[in-house]
């Protein structure tokens, strides 16, 4: 059956400024007029929440290169599990996604094994190097959907600014990684008050600060988009709010853990608080969230992280730096930041769809009829206790299992097809 009728949910729709009871008809893949409808299969979604479907700007999907810790297909199906129905797949895979063979590569085993839409990312540089710029126009005519260096940060300025200029003429939004490198050389996690008490090498603030600052410089004189990964610093956040307002096209985005957790975690010595950018101060977690609340901040992304049991069962120093998110992004944020009453559902949602579709160039991203059906339905009463056996991500590598949380999701649709269906 290829029809759908969606009944007597909530439907939110940011960009249309839409939050009522109805339902949504889908047909073909598409979002139609219910009318139009002859023998849909009916699901009932009283007290559910439905939504277009969320979009991952940050994701790593280790594909080729570590298919012991994600696949293509894991990842994907992971991402459905947390609601995603489009995700922007990282290039920092081995080989890396730097050449158009390698995002045709992509698209293949995507196209054979994904569940949600795999969006690849193009390296900025070859290799992510920082050395020489990669093939921008051949990575366009591939179907690069963004350029990023994630993992890493090109540290010549001069360089950077030709990634800018190229990446303006293919119409292609820079994602950066932002991480001055003298600054964070040998940290393990923020440093501050913790890492003197626990006697860990600390990555400094201004690390991060840096490169925001030459960001927004080269995004005002260039007169292009440049969105900041996983801010994670006050300063950061309150550079970004100043720019904006004078109008430069700079974007931040902020992850669930920089949300909802800080540096004082480190002490459980567990290598599930290890990432990078590092869990910062209750000061800076604050600063996100007033960032998150205001506008400032219009993107959350999980930075999905995927590492073996057994990369990351080390000492912390000698731990790699990451954490998985896409099946505990919808149910943290709602936890912690819903629930308190910070942020409303609206703006939970616009941050996981308007805002991510923004950065990516993807203009109304709404369920007006036409569009593909492409669509998400969470319960926001359901409660449960995250379980990390449970996840179809291939790793484990999570700071949220046991931790009691309400949001699930029901349903992920994709291109009207469901993809995901659990609770109703
Ligand atoms: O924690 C991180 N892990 N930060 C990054 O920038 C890269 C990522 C990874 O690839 O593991
Ligand atoms: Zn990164």
Not at 261 to 266: A, K, S
């Given at each position: 059956m290829n029809e759908l009728l969606l009944k007597n949910a909530r439907i939110i729709d940011p960009a249309r400024n839409i939050d009522k009871v109805g339902d949504i008809a889908v047909a073909n893949g598409v979002i139609v007029d219910?009318?139009?409808?002859?023998?849909p299969e009916v699901i009932d979604l009283t007290g559910k929440v439905l939504s277009r479907g969320f979009i991952d700007v940050h994701v790593h999907l280790r594909q080729p290169g570590n298919t012991a810790a994600e696949t293509i297909a894991t990842g994907s199906m992971a991402a459905a599990a947390g609601g995603f129905t489009s995700i922007v797949a990282m290039p920092n895979t081995s080989p890396s996604a730097d050449t158009a063979g390698a995002i045709e590569y992509l698209h293949r085993i995507a196209a054979e094994q994904a569940v949600v839409k795999v969006l690849p990312c193009g390296n900025m540089t070859k290799g992510g190097k920082g050395e020489e710029m990669a093939g921008i126009g051949s990575l366009k005519k591939a179907g690069v959907v963004a350029l990023s260096d994630d993992g890493k940060c090109i540290q010549d300025h001069g360089l950077m600014r030709h990634v800018v200029e190229y990446a303006k003429s293919f119409n292609l939004p820079i994602m950066d990684h932002c991480e001055e490198t003298t600054l964070a050389a040998?940290?393990?996690?923020?440093?501050g008050k913790w890492s003197v008490l626990l006697g860990m090498n600390g990555i400094s603030k201004a690390s991060e600060e840096l490169i925001i600052a030459r960001n927004i410089i080269f995004a005002r004189e260039i007169g292009w988009k440049i969105h900041m990964q996983h801010v994670s610093t006050r300063e950061s956040v309150d550079m970004i709010r100043r720019a904006r307002a004078k109008g430069i096209p700079v974007t931040g985005e902020a992850t669930p853990h920089h949300l909802t957790?800080?540096?004082?975690?480190?002490k459980k010595f567990d290598?599930?608080?290890?990432?990078?950018p590092p869990l910062r101060s209750e000061d800076d977690r604050q600063a996100l969230i007033e960032g998150v609340a205001d506008g400032t901040i219009t993107v959350i992304a999980t930075d999905h992280a995927p590492h073996t049991e057994t990369a990351k069962l080390v000492e912390f120093d000698h731990a790699p730096f990451g954490i998985i998110g896409l099946e505990t992004a919808l149910p943290v944020c709602f936890t912690q930041l819903v629930v308190p009453g910070i942020i409303s559902i609206p703006q939970l949602i616009a941050k996981m769809t308007v805002g991510p579709a923004e950065v990516l160039g993807?203009?109304?991203?709404?369920?007006?009829?036409?569009?593909?059906?492409?669509i998400t339905v969470f319960d926001p009463e359901a409660e449960y206790v995250v379980d990390k056996n449970k996840f179809y991500s291939k790793s484990r590598n999570t700071p949220f299992d046991g931790m009691s949380v309400r949001g699930q999701i029901n349903l992920t649709i994709v291109d009207g097809k469901i993809v995901y269906r659990q609770g109703c």
């Open positions: 219910a009318a139009e409808l002859k023998a040998g940290g393990v996690m923020n440093e957790l800080t540096d004082e975690c480190v290598t599930n608080y290890k990432m990078n993807i203009g109304n991203y709404d369920l007006s009829a036409g569009n593909a059906a492409d």
